[in-house]
T-cell receptor, first 113, second 113 residues
């Protein structure tokens, strides 16, 4: 049972480049989320999805794009990376949305030079 | 939108003492309040949650209390042990399957042996 996996786990890129972080879950959970974790800010919601082809903005969506063509995948794209997007990104999934347990991936550490 | 404030940002206690972490939320419609624990280098994991129709919930050494009137909720850890050392996050959501679970800034708890 793989659960929820993220790739890559570590990524270094340069300002202006496009970066895609992948997230895959094997539970067929309807809900998926992307959070970023920064010291002093906790976990901030970037985007979430209630089902395939349904996505919505969270607290800090600017500079990010998501898609969800299949239930099990929820990629996060930084179309033109900036240094302020250096962070640890966590993908999560849930059966019950915002009123049930979130299962987090291991995180993807992104550094933008 | 929902805003969750968490205090203190760091907390150091002696093994065996109690630890209390407090959170306040802004949206009176919020009705689900989970707590997540993140050990160093690991993913966040749910440790306890409470819904707005309950004032207190306990699970062994941890308990959560909710004051809806004051819009705050707290995590209580009794008889702390070194393995309780971690970052703790509170969160709040309005339910309705919106997907918007908003986290506090996190509290780093250190339990000294």
């Amino acid at each position: 049972d793989a659960g929820i996996t993220q790739s890559p786990r570590y990524k270094i890129t340069e300002t202006g480049r496009q970066v895609t972080l992948m997230c895959h879950q094997t539970w067929s959970h309807s809900y998926m989320f992307w959070y970023r974790q920064d010291l002093g800010h906790g976990l901030r919601l970037i985007y979430y999805s209630a089902a395939a082809d349904i996505t919505d903005k969270g607290e800090v969506p600017d500079g990010y794009v998501v898609s969800r063509s299949k239930t099990e995948n929820f990629p996060l794209t930084l179309e033109s990376a900036t240094r302020s997007q250096t962070s640890v990104y966590f993908c999560a999934s849930s059966r019950q949305g915002d009123t049930g347990e979130l299962f987090f991936g291991e995180g993807s550490r992104l550094t933008v030079l | 939108g929902e805003n969750v404030e968490q205090h203190p940002s760091t907390l150091s206690v002696q093994e065996g003492d109690s630890a209390v972490i407090k959170c306040t939320y802004s949206d009176s419609a919020s009705n689900y309040f989970p707590w997540y624990k993140q050990e160093l280098g690991k993913r966040p994991q749910l440790i306890i949650d409470i819904r707005s129709n309950v004032g207190e919930k306990k699970d062994q050494r941890i308990a959560v209390t909710l004051n809806k009137t004051a819009k705050h909720f707290s995590l209580h850890i009794t008889e702390t042990q070194p393995e309780d050392s971690a970052v703790y996050f509170c969160a709040a959501s309005k339910g309705g399957n919106t997907g918007k679970l908003i986290f506090g800034q996190g509290t780093t708890l250190q339990v000294k042996p």
